[in-house]
């Protein structure tokens, strides 16, 4: 009795079995081609053309052998990205047409011309035995069939010979085929075994050194996951510390379809280790920071060091590496930054960060755009420092700061520039309008500053200055700090807005360091 295939091994199968259809199917589709062509141009113009019954049947079988043949050169493209089980019951599929063609054309030909329909029937089914590979239940009950209704059609003919002949040409087929099959079985049972005890192996010598007292001890203060890829087979193993960290398991066996499919990776990180992975390619040593999704879901930041090993002529066979858990380091560098950007009275940005925004923004807009610079001054600060104390100073320009991030269009940045002294730094969507209204919105709302439930006597003035693609930041504020002072002068509590500052051709560009001011 036949067996199905061991289902462990049938994934090996059809990585063996599909390719290999594939390709006999088109040579045989080629061969169709070529040989039913001539059998047309045979019929039709060497002979007596469609005139009998039987050359028009010819033609049909020709025909349908012809179609057939374009099936099997075409139906492999139209698969392309299905599953390896999709492609085989195609294939199946189109081995049960061939084998139905050949036996119909066999069984008519008999009748007609029995040497050549005993020839080329008994043809096909052996060259399907012998070559095909198919599973077994699949193969033997198209082989018997095939094989039966020929024996059964020879039978009618009163030939003895014949009978035998093909009865035995039918165990042949069979005994080629289960030969054939055992042989494959064995091969892949083989594999499966070698690749066992080999896994086995390396298992065994990864518990041993992940068993290690020291080694656990160092990575387990360190927070770190060791992890060794083996780049020819794509296979990675991981330390305990990953499963801790990710929940995932320790061993996966084709780490690019793992990172390809994992629905927790984002683009950007699929392809920044797409790009380690191919880096590992090219040099011996790396190391870069990546932010990866954990299990609990949140995102955390892991310093990633990896170093390749290569064989005598320079083949990538291994990378060995670690993952450094760096989160509270980064936390506390992303603060350190903020603090150096920040001004630690009024919590806006200090007078180096809105120069350096500034900066970067001029260099950023178009011909046809505009960037506008607020310069506010406390009117007659002194005085609210002399009567109520540096305190209430100091609580008045807090409030003020809180109301300039308050009332500021969306996009604008608001810094301290020293002393009572604040800028703000406008992306102009609505025009000089958006800046006038802001303008106006603080000179109203900053009288209403109270210290102890006191009203205060303070008020401000404001400049305005707007610029063209190519100026300075230099010019802008100077454009903006005239304003201010002319606004000053006409009697405080107001604003002044400056003519267009535009580029010259003599303007030197003001550079300062670039900050990481968004």
Known sequence: MVRHLNPKIRTRFLEKAVPFNWALLQAVGIL?????????????????????????????????????????????????????????????????????????????????????????????????????????????????????????????????????????????????????????????????????????????????????????????????IAFKWNIPSGTVRFSREWQEMFGETLRIEHIEDYIRSSRLLKPLQKEELFQCMENARRMNYQKKDLLLPVKTGEERWFEFQMATQCDNQGTPLLGVGLLFDIMDQKSRILQLQKELLMDNFTRTLNKMALESYAVRRLHEIGPAQRLGMLVLDMDDFKNINDTYGHLCGDAVLAQLAHLMNQLAPAGARVGRLGGDEFGAILDLADGEQQAREYAEALIQAVPGIRWEDKPMPAACSIGIAFCTEGVSYLELYAAADRALYRAKRQGKGRFCVAPLVEAHEESEPHHLPQSMVD
């Open 32 to 224: 169709g081609l070529v040989v039913q062509c001539l059998n047309l141009a045979r019929l039709l113009w060497g002979g007596a053309g469609l005139s009998t019954p039987a050359s028009r049947t010819y033609c049909g079988f020709y025909l349908t052998m012809l179609a057939l043949s374009v099936c099997f050169l075409g139906a492999k493209g139209l698969l392309n990205g299905r599953e390896l089980e999709t492609h085989y019951r195609v294939q199946q599929v189109l081995g049960v047409l061939f084998l139905t063609v050949e036996v119909a054309f066999g069984y008519y030909d008999i009748g007609q011309e029995a040497s050549v329909g005993k020839i080329g029937t008994v043809t096909a089914l052996v060259a399907f035995a012998a070559l095909a590979l198919m599973g077994p239940v699949y193969a033997v009950v198209s082989l018997t069939a095939a094989f039966g209704v020929m024996v059964g059609r020879v039978c009618t003919l009163g030939d003895p010979d014949a009978v035998f002949n093909y009865s035995l040409m039918g165990l042949v087929s069979l005994v080629v085929y289960l030969v054939r099959l055992r042989t494959i079985r064995t091969g892949l049972v083989r594999d499966q075994e070698i690749e066992q005890i080999n896994r086995t192996l390396e298992e065994t010598e990864e518990k041993f050194l992940l068993t290690s007292e020291q080694y656990e001890l160092l990575l387990q203060r360190g927070r770190m």
